[in-house]
């Protein structure tokens, strides 16, 4: 929601997803080492590394929700203010 400032929209050149043609460029520089990143995961699943088996299982199956349970032993303040509108 713009309440307009002069920025509003982030800072120029910073903000933002890196542009397709970033992440092209990223892909073609990384693909020819994908084959040694595979075949290490690999050794490290037979070897039974953890991070390797919890990393595959997630890619495959999906990261499980998170459950965060929030306790509260304290009081908790509310206030509420009420504006009145006048037509």
Known sequence: MEDGRKNNKGVKGRAGRPSKSD?????EKLSPIMPKAYKALEDALETGQSWA???????????????KEVENSGEINISIVRRTIKK
């Open 53 to 67: 088996v919890k990393m595959a299982m997630e890619y495959y199956h999906g990261k499980p929700k998170e459950k």
């Open 23 to 27: 992440e092209q460029k990223l892909i």
